[in-house]
Every structure is written in C-alpha cells, then in structure tokens.
C-alpha cells in the first residue's frame, strides 16, 4: 500500500506540472533519481514523517551554454537532464521543482531545504546562476527569494 503522503504529492505533480502529457517535460521516476543523485546527492531532497514525503524538490547542475539553450527553447528538460549526466563541471542550475502538502506550506521548509542543497552543490562547483521554468506564482516567489539569498541572477523560461 502506497503512503497516503506519497499519493497526495503524486496528485499534486500531476495537476501542478502535467509530467504525463508534456513530453517536453523530464518526467521523474527511479531512474531519473538515481542519474541525479550521482550527479550530486543533494540534487534530490524528500522531507518526510512516518505518512511518507511531505516535501520534495529536485535542482539539476548544468552550464551556462546548456541552460542558454533550455531559456531559448532549443532544448527540453530530458535534453538539459541528459547533458547533466555526462558534465565534468556546472556552473547554473536549473530549480526544477519543489512540491510541498499543503499543511507544510508557509513554514519556511522548501525555501530552507533548496538552500542547502544548493549551498552543498556550490561547495563543489562554481555555480554563477540559477534558472527555472514556473509553472505557479508560488514557485516564482520562491525561485526570486532564493536567488536574492544567495546573491546570484536568476532566469526564467517563458
């Protein structure tokens, strides 16, 4: 039996991103977190109570030049995914997604918990920017503030 936390955030990426019917979009399964995790194990990060997950955000390291290309739309998510995996080095990262049940919501919790993963990425590698594609104005608030924490500019794909 699924957790009842687990099938709440699964409905939420549904309806918020519509992964399923937009093949532009990475569509995130097992695989996909293990390709990320040994980019660098803090590019996905679950926040979870004994009912399963409660908050969950995935950023993806990339390159000036690949995350040039994703804004302008001559790539697509797997393609930026793809060219992730086979890097030696990042300098931008893309804020993928962060999804979070909506009693845990206002708590400071996404914000904090992309932070340090970024913080733990940029203890790596140089990163010089940040990047995101909004699919809500709480996710464009929360891409702004993060940026202005961390001082660094921050694009957005239309």
């Given at each position: 039996m699924m957790q009842p936390n687990l099938t709440r955030m699964l409905e939420i990426i549904d309806t918020v991103f519509q992964t399923n019917s937009d093949p532009n979009q990475l569509n995130i399964d097992e695989t996909i977190i293990e390709g990320l995790k040994s980019i660098h194990?803090?590019?996905?990060?679950?926040?979870?109570?004994?009912?399963?997950?409660?908050?969950?955000?995935?950023?993806?390291p990339s390159t000036q030049k690949d995350m040039q290309e994703f804004l302008e739309k001559k790539i697509h998510e797997t393609e930026l995914y793809e060219r992730a995996s086979g890097a030696e080095s990042y300098d931008a990262l893309y804020l993928c997604s962060a999804i979070t049940l909506p009693e845990f919501r206002n708590q400071g919790l996404s914000k904090q918990t992309i932070l340090d993963a970024i913080r733990s990425i940029m203890n790596d590698y140089p990163i010089k920017s940040l990047f995101v594609w909004n699919f809500s104005k709480e996710g464009d608030h929360l891409?702004?503030?993060i940026a202005e924490e961390l001082n660094l500019p921050l694009f957005h794909r239309q």
């Open positions: 194990p803090s590019t996905v990060t679950e926040l979870a109570n004994e009912d399963g997950p409660y908050m969950w955000m995935i950023v993806i891409s702004s503030a």
